[in-house]
């Protein structure tokens, strides 16, 4: 009877995050009370403050769920549970870490009905959902995918494995943790414990005759070694990496030590990509650009003010308030042909890069945004927020 409270909180709490379409749940005990916050297209918002006595019977029904040691509290633990929302089965990632007034939990939704997403669905243009469909079709070579966490790199790549999963291709993927769930496909779980490495199950992986292998992510030079012999041997090899373009991805396999050869000759092509929040069909209406938002248009070679109608979320009901209901991705593209592949193997890293972004001039990271802006489904201020960090 007393976990009654407790058990309350945190079916309210997962029905509001899957109401408010929150990737993560973050429940953190403070002097004053326990925190919970819910990450939102991409930012986090305060959600509820409730009494700090009950913070550690939170954090101990969590452990429970999902089969953590109820007992260790000093250390931090890592596991996985499902539970289900309004018929909704939702799998949960948790991550526990003992803080000075005591454990902070962040977990991580992943939504089983309607989390996987046709590659028409991302937001692609045409001409990038047909380049990128035709390079993971060559079924030889490594598909990069590269971004920062959160840029929606896995759901691109099983937006690529749903394209190619068909009774003619074996597909295996090898991931720490598996995040969607794909009849088909054969799904393997790295666990380190018990020695069950990225290295050993891509080996073993081998020897099971794939055709396509994806590789969670390019973690460290012998899974990223692997990945490209098994590229170069005829196997299509898709996975991720954190890089901040499409340019620098060769350049920073080469950096983890992998043989300039190997990146030059087995890399078909690599995408880089961000998500944007996409303005609220509700509340959305015409915005009068500011000083700041107009310069920033001159400076990406945007239209003259009043040449395109500029749309903005007023805030609403349907959107919080925020202006914003879900995402869409902005990407660039670069193939490797047999000039760049030259270039990534010789020594000169600048004349790479240059060549590499001349290649995909006009259709940058950037130039997504500003197209995506100037098309209404985003707003001039958020194609600012996410390009930002891409400026030297």
């Not at 009654?4 to 079916?11: I, W």
């Not at 692609?124 to 840029?151: C, E, K, N, W």
């Not at 499409?246 to 990509?273: C, E, I, K």
Request: with cysteine; charged share 25%; hydrophobic share 40%.
């Amino acid at each position: 009877a007393e976990d009654a409270p407790v058990v309350k909180l945190l079916q309210t709490m997962f029905e509001d995050a899957v109401q408010a379409r929150a990737s993560d749940i973050h429940i953190e005990p403070h002097e004053q009370g326990l925190h919970i916050r819910f990450r939102i297209d991409g930012l986090l918002q305060r959600q509820t403050e409730t009494d700090a006595k009950i913070s550690s019977a939170v954090a101990q029904r969590l452990k429970l769920m999902s089969g953590l040691d109820i007992s260790e509290r000093r250390l931090p633990q890592d596991g996985r549970f499902n539970v289900k929302v309004r018929d909704q089965q939702v799998d949960v990632r948790i991550s526990s870490m003992p803080t000075q007034h005591g454990e902070a939990v962040v977990m991580r939704l992943l939504h089983r009905a309607g989390g996987l997403h046709q590659l028409s669905d991302l937001g692609m243009s045409p001409d990038m959902l047909q380049r990128f469909t035709s390079a993971i079709h060559r079924y030889t070579g490594m598909v990069l995918v590269t971004g920062p966490t959160g840029s929606g790199k896995t759901t691109t790549l099983y937006g690529a494995l749903n394209e190619l999963n068909t009774p003619d291709c074996k597909i295996i993927t090898v991931e720490d943790p598996v995040e969607y769930r794909l009849d088909g496909l054969n799904q393997v779980q790295v666990n380190e414990k018990i020695e069950l490495t990225f290295g050993r199950v891509l080996r073993s992986a081998l020897r099971q005759d794939p055709d396509v292998i994806l590789i969670g992510e390019m973690r460290d030079l012998e899974t990223a070694e692997i990945g490209l012999r098994a590229a170069i041997t005829g196997h299509m090899v898709l996975s991720t990496l954190h890089t901040r373009d499409a340019a620098s991805a060769p350049l920073r396999l080469v950096d983890m030590g992998v043989p300039r050869y190997m990146v030059a000759y087995s890399l078909q092509a690599v995408v880089a990509q961000r998500l944007l929040r996409v303005n609220c069909e509700s509340c959305s209406k015409p915005h009068q650009p500011d000083p700041q938002e107009l310069e920033w248009l001159r400076s990406v070679g945007g239209p003259p003010p009043g040449a395109v109608r500029i749309l903005a979320g007023a805030g609403c009901q349907n959107c919080n308030g925020s202006g914003y209901t879900g995402r869409i991705g902005i990407y660039e593209m670069l193939e490797m042909d047999n000039e760049l592949a030259a270039l990534a193997n010789s020594d000169d890293p600048g004349r790479f890069i240059a060549a590499a972004e001349q290649r995909m001039a006009g259709r940058l990271l950037r130039d997504s945004a500003v197209q995506l802006a100037l098309a209404g489904k985003t707003t001039i201020s958020e194609a600012m927020r996410v390009t930002a960090q891409l400026e030297d």
